[in-house]
C-alpha cells in the first residue's frame, strides 16, 4: 500500500510563495507520474502541474492559470514531488492533492492521493 503525505500550506499574501512537499512511501516498483491538483470551493478538482516518469521538469505540464508561476519538481531518490509556488493570488485558494501514479513490487499499479493541504491567499 503506498501512502502519501503532504506538507506545506497555510495562509499566504497576494504576491508570497510557498512550497508544498508530499512524499510517497511503500513498496513502490516505479512511479509513473507525480502532480498536483487542487479544489477551490464549489469547484471542480483541476490538475495543476504534473511530472512525467522521467522526472525532467522541461517535461511538466502547468495548467495555464499557474504557467511561469508554479514550478513542480521531485527528489526521485525520496520518492517526493514539491510544488514551488510564488506570486500567488486569491484565485489560487483551494485545497492541494498531490497524486502518484505508479506500480508496487506486491499490488501492481497504484494510484494514490494525498490527504491534502489547504492553500490560502488573502490580505
Known amino acids: 500500500q503506498v501512502q502519501l503525505v503532504e506538507s506545506g500550506g497555510g495562509l499566504v499574501q497576494p504576491g508570497g510563495s510557498l512550497r508544498l512537499s508530499c512524499a510517497a512511501s511503500g513498496s513502490i516498483f516505479r512511479i509513473n507520474g507525480m502532480g498536483w491538483y487542487r479544489q477551490a470551493p464549489g469547484k471542480e478538482r483541476e490538475l495543476v502541474a504534473w511530472?512525467?516518469?522521467?522526472?525532467?521538469?522541461?517535461?511538466?505540464n502547468y495548467a495555464n492559470s499557474v504557467k511561469g508561476r508554479f514550478t513542480i519538481s521531485r527528489d526521485g531518490a525520496k520518492n517526493t514531488v514539491y510544488l514551488q509556488m510564488t506570486n500567488l493570488e486569491p484565485e489560487d485558494t483551494a485545497v492541494y492533492y498531490c497524486n502518484v501514479k505508479g506500480s508496487t513490487y506486491i499490488d501492481g499499479r497504484f494510484d494514490a492521493w494525498g490527504q491534502g493541504t489547504l492553500v490560502s491567499v488573502s490580505s
Open positions: 511530472l512525467p516518469s522521467n522526472g525532467y521538469t522541461n517535461y511538466a
